[in-house]
């Protein structure tokens, strides 16, 4: 079955410590986001790639990097630097780089810090 | 910068019942698409319903449809004959530039036997 998948489902993180979240997509979907949801919030966008080897910042990406060496593979690295990583992070795809199509997400990630 | 405001955090219908969820958004464009997602305790995103702005017309599927006023900027989503299952945290989102979406802060619906 085609679909996006994050891993691990729950993630702890020391002090001073960088983790990784991952996100593999096999619907062929050209475009890839990461949002991070607080408790009783809505999503907010940390980044977004349209295309391989390409990648924007979204509305919150300080403390935070991505990468997109190939087009099902999209994953976060919390750093450091993020000060209070303590949320729910969702990755979602789209077949193109329009709003026609609607987004297709994981199933999450909760981090939060020890 | 695009903004989503749902200003009910919290809203309850009985089931079988008709409930109506508000969302205005902000945006400078005259093209652009809106959405409604819903997210149930499993937190798995759900696309409930899509609009796009140049369509007169409001969008529906099946128990749910759209009230669009585009000059308001208002986007509200009904539910009719509501049911236990409808129970979740409903997104109002719009898409801006480059397929980003700007997502409200959500309405938590409960649905009473």
């Known amino acids: 079955d085609g679909g996006i998948t994050q891993s691990p489902k729950y993630l702890f993180r020391k002090e001073g410590q960088n983790v990784t979240l991952s996100c593999e997509q096999n619907l062929n979907h050209d475009a890839m986001y990461w949002y991070r949801q607080d408790p009783g919030q809505g999503l907010r966008l940390i980044y977004y790639?349209?295309?391989?080897?390409?990648?924007q910042k979204g509305d919150i990406a300080e403390g935070y990097s991505v990468s997109r060496e190939k087009k099902e593979s999209f994953p976060l690295t919390v750093t450091s630097a993020q000060k209070n990583p303590t949320a729910f992070y969702l990755c979602a795809s789209s077949p193109f780089t329009s709003g026609k199509e609607k987004l297709f997400f994981g199933s999450g990630t909760q981090l939060s810090v020890l | 910068a695009q903004t989503v405001t749902q200003s009910q955090p919290e809203m309850s219908v009985q089931e079988a019942e008709t409930v109506t969820l508000s969302c205005t958004y902000d945006t400078s464009e005259s093209d652009y698409y809106l959405f409604w997602y819903k997210q149930p305790p499993s937190r798995q995103m759900i696309l409930v319903i899509r609009q796009e702005a140049y369509k007169q017309q409001n969008a529906t599927e099946n128990r749910f449809s759209v009230n669009f006023q585009k000059a308001a900027k208002s986007f509200s989503l009904k539910i009719s004959d509501s049911q236990l299952g409808d129970a979740a945290m409903y997104f109002c989102?719009?898409?801006?530039?480059?397929?980003?979406?700007?997502f409200g802060e959500g309405t938590q619906l409960t649905v009473n036997p």
């Open positions: 989102a719009e898409e801006t530039s480059g397929s980003r979406l700007t």
């Open positions: 790639s349209q295309i391989v080897n390409d990648f």
